[in-house]
Every structure is written in C-alpha cells, then in structure tokens.
C-alpha cells in the first residue's frame, strides 16, 4: 500500500518553463512533506520541504505547495534548467521523527535545452 | 567531511551468495538508515540505528536480511542468501537526529546490486 504516490514516472519539459511535479498522499497524520534531487549514480539530496502549517514555501526557483484537504502537494520549478533533470521524490512524515519517512517513487524529470 | 560513503558501489554476484553492503556514516550523525530503490516499490526504508541500536527493523523485507552497526562509524546490510528479487539499488543515510524538520537526511551514493 502506498501512503505517498508519484504518479507521474516521467515529464519532459522546455528549459525556461514551468515543471510541476506531483505528489499524492493517504495518510493524514504526516505533517511534514519534503522533496529530495537524485542525480545518475548519485544519492536523494535534499531541496525543499514544507510543514503542514503552510501551503507554500519557496526557495529561489523551488517552489513546494500543499493542499491538504486534497492530501497534494506539488514542487513548482521556474524557470527550468537543463541541470534541473533528476529524478524528484516526494516523502512524508511526522515533524517529530516518531514515525519512519515515506517515499514516492519517484518522477523523472528532463528540462530540454 | 566526505559525506556518507558506501562501498561496493557494484556488486554482481550469483543467486545463493551471500552480499554484504557496508556504510560509513557521516561522522557525528547519530542516526544511520538503509533504504533500497526499486522501480516497482521505489524508495523504501529497510531499518534504522539510534546510536548503534536498530530501532525499526520492519521494512526488511525477509530473515535473509540482517544489519549490524557494531560501531559509530560503521554499518553492514548482509543478504545471506541472495536472490535476483534483491537485485536493485541500496542506500545508506545518515542524520543529527530523526525530527524532519530540524534534522536532513544524508544520503550516500548507493550500492547497485544485481544478482544472477
């Protein structure tokens, strides 16, 4: 069962446009959402995160909104770069920690020059 | 620091072998956590360590899967014995603390397994 869904696998998008990446959770008791980049044979970094308090949090072209009535959140990146294209997680928890962080898995992004 | 670091980076072994990972954490990070990528279950927490203790071990998948962390700068997830199912990407992170909103997670390159 997937508390945390990344239904799109892919998204291909222009250099200097938009990408929004989507994220879809089951469980209403995380109240903590965060995004992590993964290169190529690198590991997740981390980018953004957003606490349930909010519905918006922005960081230069990093943008993470929340729904919650919806349990959505989306990452919001313009412009887009070619250096943007990473594979994009989105994960969930609780702020304390008491419970494990959950991962999506994943949506391959590819910002075309 | 030289972030979390795991080796083998590549490890290609037979089906019945038996796989070790190993992982050193960044140094100070009180909480280390194996994770595996797959594309069917994507990114999933395996288990984690509190000061060398494992506190959550629910996400092993299976008793051929054991992790140790006989130390505070080291950490072994050992497949025993493998199968190709197991074949995907493992990864080590560490962290100050387990509170998401003070504390990231640092992750480590990965391990690429693939089994035969």
């Known amino acids: 069962d997937q508390q945390v869904k990344q239904n799109s696998p892919s998204l291909s998008v222009q250099e200097g446009r938009i990408s929004i990446l989507n994220c879809d959770y089951t469980n209403s008791m995380f109240d903590y959402f965060l995004w992590y980049k993964k290169y190529p044979a690198e590991g997740p970094t981390f980018l953004i995160s957003?606490?349930?308090?909010?519905d918006k949090n922005e960081d230069g072209r990093f943008t993470v909104f929340l729904n919650k009535s919806a349990k959505h959140l989306s990452l919001h990146i313009v412009p887009s770069q070619p250096g943007d294209s990473a594979v994009y997680f989105c994960?969930?928890?609780?702020?304390?920690?008491?419970?494990?962080?959950?991962f999506g898995k994943g949506t391959k992004l590819t910002v075309n020059p | 620091d030289a972030g979390v670091i795991q080796s083998p980076r590549h490890e290609v072994t037979e089906m019945g072998q038996e796989v070790t990972l190993r992982c050193k954490p960044i140094?100070?990070?009180?909480?280390l956590f194996w994770y595996r990528q797959t594309m069917m279950r994507g990114l999933e927490l395996l288990i984690y360590f509190n000061n060398n203790v494992p506190i959550d071990d629910s996400g092993m998948p299976e008793d051929r899967f054991s992790a140790k962390m006989p130390n505070a700068s080291f950490s072994t997830l050992k497949i025993q014995p493998s199968e190709p199912r197991d074949s995907a990407v493992y990864f080590c992170?560490?962290?100050?603390?387990?509170?998401?909103?003070?504390?990231?997670?640092?992750f480590g390159p990965g391990t690429r397994l693939t089994v035969l």
């Open positions: 994960a969930a928890g609780l702020q304390g920690g008491s419970e494990k962080l959950v």
């Open positions: 140094s100070g990070h009180d909480y």
């Open positions: 992170a560490s962290s100050l603390g387990l509170a998401l909103i003070y504390n990231e997670q640092f």
């Open positions: 957003i606490s349930s308090i909010k």
